[in-house]
Every structure is written in structure tokens, then in C-alpha cells.
């Protein structure tokens, strides 16, 4: 079992930046494909960005591509989100994911596909 803890959250102005870290502990973070989400009052959870174990295959949703980048350092236990020009529409709950017993190079992007969940991140975008 793994337990997963956001950091990194807050408030920016539109067009800022800012950077979540998402810290594993409990197993190794390198058994896991990560992956962020994010939940805006009133909606569905969506998918953000997900990665792979090895840190070799990430996929941007459609709205973040381009702007966000995730990546991870597998020594360190931690998933990172780096968000740039940031939007009102960001505005969200974010949270991050993880999921066992899958290949080095596989990514997970439906919430379905993940075992354990952080307990999320605040990040208010103003305009």
C-alpha cells in the first residue's frame, strides 16, 4: 500500500505558475504509474497528466497541453506538476493517483484505473 500526500498548492493570478508535488511513502514510488487529477466545484473529477513508472511515457490532457508538464524523481519518492499560464478555468481541487501491478511504460488516465488517491491540493486561479 502506498499513501500519498499533495503539496504545492494556493492562489495565483492568471498567466502565473505554479508547481504541485505529489511525495509517496509507504513503497517505493517507482512501482506506481502516477497520475494528476483536478475537481472543480460542481463537476466531475478529470484527468490531468498521467505518467509512467519509469518516468519515459506522459500524457497531458487536452486542456493542460502545452502548459503543464508532469514529471517524477523516482530517488525522491515524488510526482511534480509544473503548471504554467495559468487560467481561471484551472481553478480546482487537484489530486494525485497511483497504480500497482502495471508495466514500466504504461500510463493510466480514467480514474477508474487508480489504486490510491492524495487527499488533494487547493489551487484557485484569479483573473
Known amino acids: 500500500q502506498v499513501q500519498l500526500v499533495e503539496s504545492g498548492g494556493g492562489l495565483v493570478q492568471a498567466g502565473g505558475s505554479l508547481r504541485l508535488s505529489c511525495t509517496a511513502s509507504?513503497?517505493?514510488?517507482?512501482?506506481?504509474?502516477m497520475g494528476w487529477f483536478r475537481q472543480a466545484p460542481g463537476k466531475d473529477r478529470e484527468f490531468v497528466a498521467a505518467?509512467?513508472?519509469?518516468?519515459?511515457?506522459?500524457y497531458p490532457a487536452d486542456p493542460v497541453k502545452g502548459r503543464f508538464t508532469i514529471s517524477r524523481d523516482n530517488a525522491k519518492n515524488t510526482v511534480y506538476l509544473q503548471m504554467n499560464s495559468l487560467k481561471p478555468e484551472d481553478t480546482a481541487v487537484y489530486y494525485c493517483?497511483?497504480?500497482?501491478?502495471?508495466?514500466?511504460?504504461?500510463?493510466?488516465?480514467?480514474?477508474?484505473?487508480?489504486?490510491?488517491w492524495g487527499q488533494g491540493t487547493q489551487v484557485t486561479v484569479s483573473s
Open positions: 505518467i509512467s513508472r519509469t518516468g519515459g511515457s506522459t
Open positions: 493517483a497511483a497504480r500497482g501491478a502495471i508495466s514500466y511504460n504504461d500510463i493510466v488516465t480514467t480514474t477508474q484505473g487508480y489504486d490510491y
Open positions: 509507504g513503497r517505493t514510488s517507482s512501482n506506481y504509474a
